[in-house]
């Protein structure tokens, strides 16, 4: 297994991840597309042509992370410490590879490229599921704050 950025002859694969994990027209192939331009880190795991997940985030504005997010603008300003900030958009894995670490892997690459690239903050929204957070370790382990259940 590879831990690389993503790129456009994947596009359609993480078209059907990201389907499969958030729903039907979750993200077009063209705005997967647009967002490989290594601005910001988009990683996936792969083992030779076979895509296992992937970790998409994308610029965000202090207003966009208040509305999305939740949070208060002065808390979001004093961490992001006057950097840009980003959203994790989507961080999934193939349920056959769910368990195995690959989800945390991929983030700690991408969160290496976000020390690199010089952003401020990560925020993300983790979805509850069977009376659980099943990401919540995975970010927490990654030193991710956590904040208030919405």
Not at 53 to 75: N, S, V
Not at 98 to 114: S, T
Not at 118 to 125: D, E, N, R
Request: glycine content about 10%; some cysteine.
């Amino acid at each position: 297994m590879d831990i690389i950025d993503a790129t456009k002859e994947y596009s359609g694969r993480l078209k059907d991840l990201f389907e499969t994990s958030f729903g039907k027209n979750y993200m077009s192939r063209e705005k997967i597309e647009g967002c490989i331009d290594g601005k910001t880190p988009f990683k996936m795991a792969a083992d030779g042509d076979e895509l296992m997940g992937a970790i998409l985030f994308i610029p965000a504005t202090a207003a966009e992370i208040e509305e999305h997010i939740k949070m208060d603008r002065d808390t979001i300003l004093s961490m992001c410490q006057g950097r840009p900030a980003l959203i994790c958009k989507c961080a999934c894995t193939y349920a056959r590879y769910q368990g195995e670490g690959i989800a945390k892997k991929i983030l700690e690459a991408c969160m290496k490229d976000v020390e690199e690239q010089g952003y401020g903050a990560v925020f993300t929204t983790l979805w509850e599921y069977n009376g659980g957070v099943p990401a919540e370790r995975m970010f927490v382990d990654l030193h991710f704050l956590r904040g208030e259940k919405l």
